[in-house]
């Protein structure tokens, strides 16, 4: 996956953290809509493309930044559904354990 494949099929929104189509996905899809799901075993909102599973958080670094992230991606606030990009931020493993725990050294 790339930024020019990810931004012909999807627009995502900075400011809400959502995406949607811009293309309709083989009669499954209409243009505008809203897409992703929630994987119950993670919390963490996914979306298919190209018989492939992402998840959300780090398509919307990959969609601003042109690459993904290195690292961990980070949501500050702990929700694991808020994908806006003010709550996204690079971290390292260590780091991003740290925030969950809220106990330094874990």
Wanted: glycine share 6%.
């Amino acid at each position: 996956m790339n930024q020019e494949r990810l931004k012909e099929l999807l627009t995502y929104d900075p400011d809400t953290g959502d995406f949607s189509w811009n293309v309709d996905k083989s009669g499954h899809a209409k243009e505008g809509q809203k897409c992703s799901e929630k994987a119950t075993s993670t919390g963490y909102l996914r979306i298919g493309i190209d018989r492939k599973r992402y998840l959300a958080h780090r398509l919307a670094w990959l969609y601003v930044h042109g690459k993904f992230p290195e690292n961990d991606l980070d949501h500050i606030n702990r929700i694991r559904t808020d994908n806006r990009l003010c709550n996204l931020r690079e971290a390292t493993r260590a780091e991003n354990l740290q925030n969950r725990s809220n106990v330094k050294g874990v």
